[in-house]
């Protein structure tokens, strides 16, 4: 038997074991519902019919993009930093909504224009002051890009030694809803029309201006057909931003190491899309936390065929939506791990 | 101007601030979706543009039916206590997934057949050995219908003295499905067969038998028309238990002391709708956690015309999908009373 069939056999049977140690509890046979589900793919992913998986947390990435400079969006880019900058001080949308969740908020500056002063949450990891224009060239260079994989697989290395087994991905960066339309029409071959939103508001210029500038982004980047991994890399690089790489990099490796990746909105998707073509098997990984109500998320989550835990028209983004998902992911792990069983056998 | 269309128009003034309260928060205007519009509830609730709630916490009630005795359940009446005795050792449903939400849980014995031994987490409230057998006759008498709606109120009290502003009603009771089906027919007007489903299990004698016996029920009872507040009394008189009608009175008394009360699944709705016919008004202060798997619930939110928080497939009752939804519910208090504010006028 090859490793592989190895590992899908193993993974087969520890299936068939949590669904039996799931029928054991003391309930009727499938009433905790979609919660069941989850808490399957949570003790596959922890490898264990009783998980513990220790502390969560929501990481948000932060950086600011080029392509602002075509009227593709509604604020300027100064406003990712200020946005930040509340993170920092504790009040904003991420930090009371994951403070409702008993979670803990930290900020990456993956490549903000400019630099935040020093915090005790600021995790400072600049690849570079904003990503090139994707409209007139390639969003970073090959080192930027691969600088910026590496800080995100490094960052999860962290998680590790603080005993995160539940992260949340969030991000903040003016303009980054247009750099994932790109990433995500690249790597899901989904019509770009479709993946095309306002964003965190209707850009001055309208969302058919937005569409037509992202077309030629896209038509500019000629991107060339090559190996996954290395068409995957050209996408990233080519449409960007830092916050985006990074935080895919983070994904590969947070699935590497079976931790539970919730997946915040639209960006956070096109992230985890990216991921996945870097490292087959990061999806197995991510709890998919909300629809979004840009657009472009029900078709990416339809595309990936998944049903998000909410569906609460939030489009905030910051992982907002991630931090609402952790108690319903933790209720799945305590289920296996706390909920009593009845007595008698329950076989596989 | 009278004391109600004075009431009226200061709701109004305090909706109109609250909204111009969060559109001044700092975030994309209306980006937190419905999240935003509960917040708008939570604050008319706390009578505050920046409400703090205090503690949550998820009430219980336990109470059994003489109903099971026509075959009505997949279960029989001495499963009620086994599931209230996990409970109280916190290892049932509801203890897993209210730890999962930072939430506390207390059971109230309002009427199983044999009492449980003493507990902290146990408040005693006995109103009788279960119901009687309401195909046969009515489910309690006027003297313990009444003292079941005043113990629930007395319970609100001291929830009161405990600072909880956010209370969840669970439910545990061996045939209590049969009960609820007939408060919802007798209050809304729905079609009986609408609100018939499986409850915990299907019935041994199968669904079309539990319909056929609360047909019967309902004709023996035989409600005669009376002032609302009358023929309500009279229904859950009639059809009981003990748990329905307790969480009815508690519920309007945290109505009107002005607690969140968030509504768990069926049985909780049909009680919130008895609730709102003794008091109306009650349902203003009510949060709908969740769709429940059970088919009458979806019946019971649509003529509420409201949209639950969580649609996970759940029908474990308990309060376990209340449970789930006092983070979301924490989340709208917070984004009220911490979330950054914007600089400038916000007009209403």
Known sequence: MTLASEVTQSR??????????????????????????LAV???????????????????????????????VTAYPSVVSREIAKFVLAGSAGVNVLARAAGVGVELVDAGLLE????????????????TKNARREPAMSVEDCTAALDAGRILDARLGAENVGIVGYGEIGIGNTSAASLIAHALTGLDLKTLVGPGAGAPALGLDHKYEVLKETFARAAIAPSSEAGRTF??????????IVMMAGAMT??????????????????????????????????????????????????????????????????GTGAALAVPIIRAAEL?????????????V
């Open 234 to 243: 050209e996408v990233l690089r080519q449409f960007g931003g830092f916050e």
């Open 115 to 130: 630099p935040l002063p020093p915090h005790d949450s600021l995790l400072e990891r600049r690849i570079g002051p904003g």
């Open 12 to 37: 087969a049977l520890l299936s068939d074991k949590i669904k039996a140690h799931i029928r054991g509890k003391a309930k009727p046979v499938g009433s905790l519902g979609r919660l069941e589900e």
């Open 253 to 318: 490796a947070a699935a590497a190491a079976g931790r539970v990746i919730v997946v915040d909105g639209f960006i956070s998707t096109a992230g985890a899309i990216a991921a996945e073509a870097l490292h087959p098997g990061t999806l197995d990984n991510c709890v998919f936390a909300h629809c979004s109500a840009e657009p472009g998320h029900a078709a990416l989550l339809h595309h990936l065929r998944v049903k998000p835990l909410l569906e609460l028209e939030m489009r905030l983004g910051e």
């Open 41 to 71: 793919q949570v003790g596959l992913i922890a490898g264990s019919t009783t998980p513990d998986l220790g502390d969560a947390r929501i990481v948000v990435f932060a950086g600011d993009h080029g392509i602002t400079a075509e009227g």
């Open 335 to 347: 289920m296996l791990r706390e909920m009593a069983d009845l007595p008698g056998e329950h076989p």
